[in-house]
């Protein structure tokens, strides 16, 4: 079949983090669990990628893991435990994926997509991307003219800035494990974002620009930002008890 080198084989969904800037939401739950317009983020997101055709879904997680146990039966994704969750980056979280990963779409657990940006079929290795107007503190991208990421600077102004999903093909994979397994094994790398690793390794590891227009990806850093999106969200209202803790 002419497409089956482009058939999306899985997805990473992490959600193992702390998410400090989110409390007291996050003393509580984990972000991922989070209301928005009367979806939880992490159901909401694993429908999507369900809808596209992608069954394979694994999510990783870590901070109050028995709280995300239920996904597995209700949707049939595969839990995956990160065990340092609470001592190093996002780096951690794909390590411990690091053998499934092949086409393969990298996504956030507290990414919210008012369409399904999901496809059974990708061309080629992609960072979801939106434009920023004037100044921002995001990790802004410069490109050729094949739309190949060429340059990744924190900050910028009036530009195309990382946001939400990546999608890995199996070249990159290929590619990425070994540098991931490499700086995972060095004691001062360890803590990296696997943003900044693939940062350092921009002439080895292809990816190309994939824009989304303004509104379509969401990324909630704060309860504040949620509540600009969605002012009735119930998590909102959350009471942090410690006797949940």
Not at 97 to 120: A, G, H, K, M
Not at 201 to 215: P, Q, V, W
Request: hydrophobic content about 40%; some cysteine.
């Amino acid at each position: 079949m002419v497409l089956e080198p482009y058939r999306v084989h899985n997805a990473v969904v992490m959600a193992a983090g702390m998410s400090t800037r989110f409390v007291p939401f996050s003393a509580v739950k984990p972000k991922a669990l989070a209301e928005v317009r009367g979806e939880i983020l992490i159901e909401r997101q694993i429908r999507q990628l369900q809808a596209a055709g992608i069954k394979d879904i694994y999510l990783v997680v870590g901070y109050k893991r028995e709280q995300l146990m239920y996904l597995a039966e209700k949707f049939g994704v595969h839990i995956v435990v990160n065990a340092d969750y609470d001592r190093y980056n996002n780096m951690a979280t794909l390590m411990c994926v690091r053998s499934v990963l092949s086409n393969s779409y990298i996504c956030s657990s507290d990414n919210y997509f008012t369409e399904n940006p999901f496809e059974p079929y990708v061309y080629r290795p992609y960072y979801a991307a939106v434009y920023a107007e004037g100044p921002t503190n995001e990790y802004c991208l410069s490109y050729d003219e094949h739309e190949r990421i060429t340059a990744v600077k924190v900050g910028g102004k009036d530009a195309w800035y990382m946001l939400g999903h990546v999608y890995f093909d199996a070249e990159f994979s290929r590619k990425f494990v070994p540098i991931l397994q490499a700086s995972y094994e060095n004691p001062d790398e360890r803590a990296y974002l696997w943003e900044d690793l693939y940062c350092r390794h921009l002439d080895e590891l292809t990816l190309y620009i994939r824009r989304y227009s303004a509104g379509v990806i969401h990324e909630f850093d704060s309860l504040q930002e949620l509540a600009m999106f969605d002012p009735w969200s119930s998590s909102l209202r959350v009471e942090v008890d410690s006797k949940m803790d």
